[in-house]
């Protein structure tokens, strides 16, 4: 009787790299990707990077100027990053095909939980961890078109020869056309962006009704009252990112020819005007003056549009994120 071969051994987890931010992170020379299996020929290469840290530097880099992106961008690299060296026991310019399609379950589950997920925290914090628990169908949708953007621009870079994502990225779409249904794990940045989210009528009540029933008893109380007025009357009439509200200043609403604009740079540094209509003018009006200002911004008014309630420093597209949580969190009681 033959006896069946033996399984092969699972790749031993690192213990020599700690789960740490990339900004802390120390890779092993044998992790680093300095010869990588899936490098391009150093002929091709436009970047100054040797090593998979270095050209995710040179990657992110690209974005310095857009907070919000960067922040998205440095956590699904670093994701990938620290699951290609301690799960995989590989340097990321290793990745193939089917590392990437184990990755994609991963970030559905990542497993063991108590290595990976943990409680938000500072980055700078020992109890920090790449993920609170599972992400959901959009948080993949998200990660993957990160990932998606590093490898392309790597291989645009002349650092890797190929980019393996599109391989299941492409088999994906084929099966679901053929299958006449939707994609469920892939899809692209492209398509990440179609995805259309909207309030209705019955939900902006509810969140209006949030925000009134706010406390207003102290000074800080009735600070974070008007801001949240203001937040909400900012997105809901003119649509920005969160990295436009956390950059742009107060003199971005400019008067013109008895008109109101707001002037804003948006992604990819493309420069706009956006019509501001009696309500949106009026909620500046007020804000503005809650704050001590005048009523409307001159163009040397560099005040930030939403200011901190301690010391009214900018408050981050971070920040911007916890208070819409609160408010949203209120909403969905009220519903």
Not at 82 to 107: C, H, M, T
Not at 163 to 185: S, V
Request: hydrophobic residues 40%.
């Amino acid at each position: 009787m033959k006896r069946a071969p033996p399984l092969p051994d699972p790749v031993p987890t690192d213990t020599r790299v700690p789960l740490r931010p990339l900004d802390e992170l120390q890779v092993p020379p044998a992790f680093d990707g300095h010869d990588g299996i899936n490098r391009a020929d150093a002929a091709r290469l436009q970047i100054a990077a040797t090593t998979d840290p270095e050209a995710i530097a040179c990657f992110l880099s690209e974005y310095d100027r857009s907070p919000g992106t960067y922040r998205i961008y440095q956590r699904e690299c670093e994701r990938l990053l620290l699951w290609a060296i301690v799960e995989v026991g590989k340097p990321l310019s290793s990745l193939n095909r089917q590392d990437f399609e184990g990755y994609l379950n991963f970030l559905a589950d990542p497993q063991p939980a108590v290595l990976w997920c943990g409680p938000k925290v500072a980055r700078a914090s020992e109890k920090w961890r790449p993920f609170v628990g599972p992400l959901s169908e959009s948080a993949v949708l998200t990660a993957v078109a990160a990932i998606n953007s590093l490898m392309s621009y790597l291989v645009d870079a002349g650092y890797l020869a190929g980019n393996p994502l599109g391989l299941i990225r492409q088999r994906r779409r084929k099966m679901a056309a053929e299958a006449g249904g939707p994609l469920r794990a892939v899809a692209s940045t492209d398509e990440v962006e179609k995805i259309e989210r909207f309030l209705d009528a019955q939900m902006w009540d509810a969140v209006t009704a949030a925000i009134e029933a706010l406390p207003r008893d102290s000074e800080r109380e009735r600070d974070e009252y008007e801001r949240a007025r203001f937040i909400a009357a900012t997105l809901y009439l003119l649509a920005p990112r969160a990295g436009e509200l956390e950059s742009h200043r107060m003199n971005s609403f400019r008067e013109e020819r008895g008109l109101w604009w707001w002037h804003v740079v948006g992604k990819g540094a493309k420069k706009a005007k956006v019509p501001v209509p009696e309500d949106m003018l009026q909620a500046l009006i007020r804000y503005r003056k809650y704050l001590g200002l005048s009523a409307v911004p001159r163009r040397d008014d560099s005040t930030p549009l939403l200011i901190s309630v301690k010391d009214r420093s900018p408050i981050t597209a971070r920040r911007l994120n916890q208070i819409l949580k609160k408010i949203f969190h209120a909403a969905a009681e009220l519903l």
